[in-house]
C-alpha cells in the first residue's frame, strides 16, 4: 500500500503560478500511475491532470491543458503538478492518487489517495 502526501499550495494572485507536488512512501511508486485531481466546496471531485508510471504520456482536463504540466521524479517518489497562469476557478483542494490503470480520468480508477493541499487564487 502506499502512501501520498500532497505539499506546496498556497495564496496567489491571478496569472500567478504556483507548483504543488506528491510524494509517495510505503509502497512501490514506479508500479502506479499518478493523478491530480481537484475540489471546491459544494462540488465533485475533477480530474487534472495524469502521468504514466513511466512518466512517458500525460493526459490533462480542458480546462487546464497548456496551463498545467504534471512529471514525475522516480529517484524522489515524487510527481508535481506546475501550474501558470492561474485563474480565480482553479481555485481548489487539490489532490494526488495512485492508480493501476494509465491515462485514466475516473475517480473510480483511483485506489489510493493523498489528504489534499489548498491552492486559492485571489483575482
Known amino acids: 500500500q502506499v502512501q501520498l502526501v500532497e505539499s506546496g499550495g498556497g495564496s496567489v494572485q491571478a496569472g500567478d503560478s504556483l507548483r504543488v507536488s506528491c510524494t509517495a512512501s510505503g509502497g512501490p511508486f514506479s508500479d502506479y500511475n499518478i493523478g491530480w485531481f481537484r475540489q471546491s466546496p459544494g462540488t465533485a471531485r475533477q480530474f487534472v491532470a495524469t502521468?504514466?508510471?513511466?512518466?512517458?504520456?500525460?493526459k490533462y482536463a480542458d480546462s487546464v491543458k497548456g496551463r498545467f504540466t504534471i512529471s514525475r521524479d522516480g529517484a524522489k517518489n515524487t510527481v508535481t503538478l506546475q501550474m501558470n497562469n492561474l485563474k480565480p476557478e482553479d481555485t481548489a483542494l487539490y489532490y494526488c492518487?495512485?492508480?493501476?490503470?494509465?491515462?485514466?480520468?475516473?475517480?473510480?480508477?483511483?485506489?489510493?489517495w493523498g489528504q489534499g493541499t489548498q491552492v486559492t487564487v485571489s483575482s
Open positions: 502521468i504514466t508510471r513511466t512518466g512517458d504520456m500525460t
Open positions: 492518487a495512485a492508480s493501476s490503470w494509465p491515462l485514466v480520468s475516473a475517480r473510480q480508477m483511483y485506489k489510493f
